[in-house]
């Protein structure tokens, strides 16, 4: 039988993973142990369930615990489920759960940069990316277009951010993922170490084309991809490989970082 919590009290402490906590709070890093993310609709929950992420609660409306949220909640085990109707929620959480379910998981130990990087051909390198749109989307061009890790810069957005996982549509949880701690010289040189050619997107007079012959069949690539309106620092740039951007017309001179990162990940993609 599934643990349900009727909700009696918005305000109870045990909800506030949902509604009161920020994202920094649910992180908490001066107690990693206890550190959470939230996972929204079932599709994206099942996607952490099956990487082993461990669930702590889940949030939804009565009519889904033996409807389209009755298999997760058997996968959840004795996991409190916690339930009210609709207009309850809505003070709760301030909106309406339109995608359902909800769920507060606890957040897995961090992945070294050499653990992601070992049987991995291609890369996406993410330099100061904070906008947890573009990280999500990123993570979902990335999966979708044959990349096989991404690594992040400590100041970029957290893929477990709410919304990142959201937009990822759950592919934060198939494509592995860690922090470089060290960069830019660190982790090009980790990247150097273990035999992949760095490519920075950026527009420079020296760069060659995406789809340069080097770069498409380079048997290891790492795309290094830059923040949103600066762009890569000139110190990375320096110290990539090469330089690649997209050739474009009309005048553009550049796509969101989403948008150049799929594209770079369709036509660097592996062929075997």
């Not at 890790?149 to 919304?163: E, G, I, K, Q």
Request: proline share 7%; with cysteine; aromatic share 4%.
């Amino acid at each position: 039988m599934p643990n349900v919590v009727e909700i009696t009290d918005p305000r109870d402490p045990a909800l506030d993973a949902y509604a009161r906590l920020t994202e920094a709070q649910l992180r908490n890093r001066l107690h990693p142990g206890d550190a959470l993310f939230i996972a929204e609709s079932p599709k994206v929950i099942g996607y952490a369930l099956d990487a082993g992420i461990a669930p702590a609660s889940l949030l939804m409306e009565r009519r889904h615990i033996e409807g389209k949220a009755a298999a997760l909640i058997e996968r959840c085990g004795d996991v409190p489920v916690y339930t009210a109707g609709s207009d309850v929620l809505r003070q709760l959480t301030g909106y309406p759960l339109t995608r359902g379910v909800l769920c507060a998981m606890r957040r897995p130990a961090p992945r070294r940069p050499e653990d992601v990087l070992a049987n991995a051909r291609r890369v996406a390198v993410l330099e100061n990316v904070v906008d947890a749109t573009n990280i999500g989307a990123i993570f979902r061009s990335a999966a979708a277009l044959g990349m096989d890790a991404v690594l992040l810069t400590p100041t970029s957005c957290d893929p477990l951010n709410r919304r990142a996982v959201r937009v990822s549509m759950g592919t934060v949880f198939q494509v592995p993922w860690a922090t470089l701690d060290d960069w830019p010289e660190g982790g090009l040189a980790l990247l150097g170490r273990l035999g992949f050619r760095t490519a920075a997107l950026a527009l420079d007079a020296r760069a060659v084309p995406i789809d340069d012959p080097g770069l498409v069949s380079a048997e290891k690539l790492a795309l290094v991809l830059g923040a949103e309106g600066d762009g890569l620092a000139p110190a990375t740039v320096a110290r990539c490989d090469c330089t690649a951007m997209i050739p474009m017309q009309h005048g553009v001179d550049s796509l969101n970082v989403a948008a150049a990162g799929a594209v770079a990940f369709w036509v660097c993609r592996k062929r075997d």
